[in-house]
């Protein structure tokens, strides 16, 4: 079992940076993907959570949305039991309820679907003022 929790949304303005964590507890927390998603406002089920950024168990390989590119970056602290989502350039359409996920399954890839993600937190928002 992983339990995840997420910190650092606020609001920012347009142009602007925030650093989301994700905390996740138990030994094996090395051994799992993380991905990044969102869930704009007016949105509320779980399978209409946007993809935002990914990283698989060994951080090797990183994916990220095409909205994000170039301004997002995902990264992990496996000693901290934390990844963190470094978001750069903030826009107004960023705005949202971001969440940190896992799958149950350990030492797998890349996950962009919210339905194959297990643990969720129960995230942090971001707002973006224009």
């Known amino acids: 079992q992983v339990q995840l929790v997420e910190s650092g949304g606020g609001l920012v303005q347009a142009g602007g940076s925030l650093r989301l964590s994700c905390a996740a507890s138990?030994?094996?927390?090395?051994?799992?993907?993380i991905t990044w998603f969102r869930q704009a406002p007016g949105k509320e089920r779980e399978l209409e959570r946007e993809?935002?950024?990914?990283?698989?168990?060994?951080?090797?390989?990183?994916y990220y949305a095409d909205s994000v590119k170039g301004r997002f970056t995902i990264s992990r602290d496996n000693a901290k039991n934390t990844v963190y989502l470094q978001m750069n350039s903030l826009k107004p359409e960023d705005t949202a309820v971001y969440y940190c996920?896992?799958?149950?399954?350990?030492?797998?890839?890349?996950?962009?679907?919210?339905?194959?993600?297990?643990?969720w937190g129960k995230g942090t928002l971001v707002t973006v003022s224009s």
């Open positions: 996920a896992a799958p149950s399954r350990r030492y797998t890839g890349i996950y962009t679907k919210a339905g194959d993600m297990d643990y």
């Open positions: 138990g030994r094996t927390f090395s051994m799992y993907a």
């Open positions: 993809f935002v950024a990914a990283m698989s168990w060994s951080g090797d390989s990183t």
